[in-house]
């Protein structure tokens, strides 16, 4: 077969499906019984893939397995599995350390090997290619190895796999060839960079550079609600500068598996190895991380101004996913804001359409149907997310009280943007 995708959650299946459509002869590997057992009989469990995308790959010729034993029949393989934050700080490499055994068992003379899981440079050099060399093969030379940076954006209607330029940067110039040769079968354009170290940071500096500006203007968020000042209007006016501005946007704090997450392994790299911190990182996680608790303190100042205590008060949140439309509960701020709203006392339940059940600190909490009809009987009504089925005019005329944290609506007697 052409490739292995190991690892069929946000980052592999997109891959799996573009690899199929480009002619390839493909198969996905997962540990995941439910996963493989799901896709073969033709369901999907990626928001950005429908059933019918997924019996599209099969009718193609791609099937879903838990068998490693594929490997060694594959031409390439791509190793697409989760780097969870670790205890210390850093990257959670147990997962791609698991893949590469597994590569390493079933290795072939002139097999590509990429890895797109995100993590800290010099990881694909440093970690992945001595265990793939430890049966005496040696990367350049008989095998190819290569790390290429995931840059899915689940929801994206315009940018999608094919037509987002992919990195690639190998161990050596020939693994880099190799890789631009298979990348450049799936994806419009492939940018190519110096090695997999260089293709390693780019990743991080992509998803600081948005951790930090959207840090930037939650503090500025909160200083301006202070000087009375309407941030959302400041950033209209200054996005009119056709040149030297992006404008990015306050809300309750970040979510996903990037944003929160990708800057701790940059951190954590420079503190392992040349002994300081990143003051700019770790000033931004602490803003950013520090949102949800600002939020709560908002809502308490506007029941506060009803002479309404938190603690008895009806709260509903409106939408709990880290992204609007998308049923990703991932490093969501709805989830420490919430715990944190139940421990003020607050009789708390949500409405999403996307999450049908919702769990925090070990309690399922109550989930509403008909949202409208909640918001009227709620003392305060924060909107988490902004999602399209969401009618929000009608929800500010329905609630008693309205916290935007998303700045969707225009502030009013009964409501409040962020």
Known sequence: MDVVVIGLGYVGLPLAQEASRSGLDVVGLDLSERIVEGINAGRSHVDDLSDGDVQEMLAAGFRATQDPSVIAESEAVVICVPTPLSA?????????????????????????????STTYPGTTDDLVRPVLEKGGL?????????????????????????????????????????ADEFYSRLVDEVVVAQGSREAEMSKLLENTYRHVNIALVNEMAKFCHELDIDLWDVIRCASSKPFGFQPFYPGPGVGGHCIPIDPNYLSYAVRAKLGYPIRFVELAQEINNGMPAYVVRRAMDLLNGVSKPMRGSSVLLAGVTYKADIGDERESPAVPLAEQLLDAGADLSYHDPLVRTWRVGGAELTTVADLDDAARKADLVIVMQ??????????????????DTRGRLEDGPTVERL
């Open 88 to 116: 210390d700080g850093g990257p959670d490499l147990e997962a791609v350390l698991s893949a590469t055994t597994s590569i390493a068992d079933n290795l072939r003379p002139g097999c590509l090997v990429v890895l797109e």
């Open 138 to 178: 040696v990367a350049g030379q008989d095998f190819n190895l290569a790390f290429s940076p995931e840059r899915i954006d689940p929801g994206n209607a315009k940018y999608g796999f094919r037509n987002t330029p992919k990195v690639v940067g190998g161990v050596t110039p020939a693994c880099t060839q190799r």
């Open 386 to 403: 902004h999602h399209s089925s969401y009618d929000l005019e009608s929800l500010a005329r329905s609630a008693a009280l309205v916290l």
